[in-house]
Nanobody
Framework: QVQLVESGGGLVQPGGSLRLSCVAS????????MGWYRQAPGKQRELVGS???????NYADSVKGRFTISRDNAKNTVHLQMSSPKPEDTAVYYC??????????????WGQGTQVTVSS
């Protein structure tokens, strides 16, 4: 079993900053990609960005230049630094990761989600 636990959500003013974190724990042998998705009310869940174990990143066009993903492989942790957020960034943010369990089975897991509200 693998658990992903997010933290750091909340209310942030437009133009401010907020940092989300996600820690993976459990019977993990290896984590390949870690990333963040978001879902706004009435909309489908969408990719915000992802990072490989080697540090290669991929971002949605809507957040490029404003959000930064980083990762600590030793701590099985991924962060999302949100700079200059906009009201349209308001959503529930979900952590996602995939890799191998200790018995070498593939796994893909989701966190429970953390609410981010951008408002003055």
């Amino acid at each position: 079993q693998v658990q992903l636990v997010e933290s750091g959500g909340g209310l942030v003013q437009p133009g401010g900053s907020l940092r989300l974190s996600c820690v993976a724990s459990g019977s993990i042998f290896k984590i390949n990609s870690m990333g963040w998705y978001r879902q706004a009310p009435g909309k489908q869940r969408e990719l915000v960005g992802s990072i490989t174990s080697g540090g290669m990143t991929n971002y949605a066009d809507s957040v490029k230049g404003r959000f930064t993903i980083s990762r600590d492989n030793a701590k099985n942790t991924v962060h999302l630094q949100m700079s200059s957020p906009k009201p349209e960034d308001t959503a529930v943010y979900y952590c996602n990761a995939d890799g191998l369990l200790s018995d070498f089975r593939r796994w893909n897991g989701w966190g429970q989600g953390t609410q981010v509200t951008v408002s003055s």
